[in-house]
């Protein structure tokens, strides 16, 4: 005998609703980005998934508190670096995520600007999880790394005082 479906009307699994709230947020950027405009929703599973899962992807607002961009970041081991600096059909595979010491911003979709505050936010947050260096690559329309940069993250230094208690 065939047991019914129980369904439910509502998420019951604070996790899975509130991914499914963060996959929303990348959808609404990537449908306003004109160079993601051929991006197949299968993409979202090999690309924004994993980060979400990883928590190595962060969104930005605007003051009206719309969606205007996301980074995401891999911490990659020498060999995944090796293939995303050489294959322009590198993907990674969920475990490749967090495998290494080399922090790669994986993509960083911003389709109307904020870029400068982006990336000041960006710097801040990266310091707070102590990543010291972060690398990126501009890539080619064909998808092959035109070039490489990276910035440097420094860290806090905090300003000790003595006090005399005399």
Request: charge should be positive.
């Amino acid at each position: 005998m065939k047991i019914p479906a129980k369904l439910h009307t509502y998420c019951r699994c604070d996790y899975s609703s509130n991914r499914a709230k963060l996959i929303g947020f990348a959808c609404i950027i990537i449908c306003t980005n004109s160079n993601y405009s051929l991006f197949e929703i299968m993409n979202l599973r090999l690309w924004i998934a994993p980060a979400i899962d990883h928590k190595q992807i962060l969104f930005f607002f605007d003051k009206n508190d719309s969606p205007v961009g996301y980074v995401t970041w891999a911490n990659l081991a020498p060999d995944s670096e090796a293939r995303l600096l050489k294959d322009p059909n590198f993907l990674l595979h969920a475990s490749e995520w967090n495998e290494g010491g080399k922090t790669w911003i994986i993509d960083f979709c911003f389709p109307s600007g904020h870029t400068a505050e982006a990336i000041k936010s960006l710097k801040k947050h990266f310091q707070s999880l102590g990543i010291d260096r972060v690398f990126w690559g501009r890539r080619n329309s064909d998808n092959s790394i035109r070039r490489v940069g990276n910035f440097v993250i420094p860290h806090r230094e905090y300003a000790t005082h003595s006090i005399n208690l005399k």
